[in-house]
C-alpha cells in the first residue's frame, strides 16, 4: 500500500491559526502589532519570490513586516552598523538576513552581530549553542518543520532507527541533537559517507529517514526500507519542475509515510519563522 503523503500546507494552515491567536494576544500586550525586520543587501529576484510569501504570512498574523534593503555595494562594516541600529531599537522585535548576499560582506558575520533575542531563524551561534545543551530558546526553521511532523506521527522516539543525510551546521546537525534528546538512535550520513559507497547501507535500516542534501533524487526509493517514515527536505530544480532528494514514486511504494516536494516541509517551515518570532517576544515580556 503507497505512502500516506504529508501534507505540510494542511499542517501550517492549522498552525498559522494558532499562532493567529496567540500574536493577537501578544499584541495587546505590547500595545503594538510585532514587528519583523528583513534585511535584503543588493537586488535578487529570488529573494523577492521569498519575501513575498513573508509579508502574505506576517498580514495574515497581524505583524507589521518590514524590508529594509541597503544597496549591494555597502561595506561590511557600514551593513553591521545598520544591524547594531536594529539591535538597539526596542520596538524591533525579530530580524532575518535574506540571503544570498554580495560576496564581499561574509552573512555568519552578519547574523554574529544578530541581538540573539531578535534572531527568528534560529541560527545564531547562542541559539544553537542552546540547542546542544538540551535548552534550546528557538530552533532553525526547517529542524523545527521536521519535528512538528513527525511528532504529528510518533510518540516515542526511544531506540529508533534515524538516519539523517545531510549534515548542516542549520539542518542536519540541529536535527540530530533534537532527536538524541528524545532518545532516539541517530546516524548522520554526509558526503563522506558517499565517498566510502555506504550510503545505501545506512538509508536501509532507517526506520525514519530525514534527507536534507540539495541533490536531486540522491535517495533511490529501492532503498528505503518497507515501512519507512520519510522526510525529504530538498528542493531542487529539474528541467521544468521541482523535485526532492529523494526519488518520490518509488520510495512512496515502500514506506509508510512520506512529504512531497513541493508542499512537504517547505510550507512549515516559512510558518517558524513566526513561531520563533513568538517565542522571541513572549522571553521578553
Not at 544591524?83 to 552578519?110: C, F, M, T, V, W
Not at 528557538?138 to 510518540?155: F, G, H, K, N
Request: glycine share 8%; with cysteine; hydrophobic share 40%.
Amino acid at each position: 500500500m503507497p505512502a500516506e503523503i504529508i501534507s505540510g500546507k494542511e499542517l501550517s494552515k492549522e498552525l498559522k491559526a494558532e499562532l493567529k491567536l496567540e500574536f493577537e494576544k501578544i499584541s495587546q500586550s505590547l500595545k503594538r502589532a510585532p514587528r519583523l525586520t528583513a534585511i535584503q543587501i543588493g537586488e535578487n529576484s529570488g529573494i523577492d519570490v521569498y519575501t513575498r510569501a513573508q509579508e502574505r504570512n506576517s498580514k495574515e498574523l497581524g505583524i507589521e513586516y518590514l524590508r529594509l534593503k541597503l544597496v549591494e555595494n555597502i561595506s561590511e562594516q557600514e551593513a553591521l552598523r545598520k544591524i547594531e541600529e536594529l539591535n538597539s531599537d526596542p520596538e524591533i522585535d525579530g530580524l532575518i538576513l535574506l540571503q544570498p548576499i554580495p560576496e564581499h560582506i561574509s552573512a555568519q558575520r552578519l547574523i554574529l552581530e544578530f541581538n540573539s533575542s531578535k534572531d527568528v531563524e534560529g541560527i545564531h551561534p547562542y541559539n544553537l549553542g542552546r540547542i546542544l545543551i538540551s535548552s534550546p530558546t528557538v530552533i532553525p526553521c526547517t529542524p523545527a518543520a521536521v519535528m512538528y511532523i513527525l511528532d504529528r506521527i510518533i510518540s516515542d522516539y526511544t531506540g529508533k532507527e534515524i538516519v539523517i543525510v545531510g549534515h548542516s551546521s542549520i539542518v542536519g546537525k540541529p536535527l540530530a541533537m533534537l532527536l538524541l534528546d528524545r532518545l532516539a538512535t541517530v546516524r548522520v550520513c554526509h558526503i563522506g559517507t558517499s565517498m566510502t559507497g555506504n550510503l545505501r547501507h545506512h538509508v536501509q535500516e532507517a526506520e525514519i529517514l530525514i534527507v536534507a542534501v540539495g541533490k536531486a533524487e540522491l535517495i533511490k526509493g529501492e532503498w528505503i526500507r518497507e515501512g519507512a517514515i520519510v522526510i525529504d527536505v530538498g528542493i531542487n530544480r529539474v528541467e521544468d519542475k521541482i523535485v526532492g532528494d529523494v526519488e518520490f514514486e518509488k520510495a512512496r511504494e515502500r514506506a509508510s509515510y512520506i512529504t512531497p516536494v513541493p508542499g512537504g516541509v517547505g510550507p512549515l517551515t516559512t510558518v517558524f519563522l513566526f513561531k520563533n518570532l513568538l517565542s522571541l517576544i513572549k522571553n521578553k515580556i
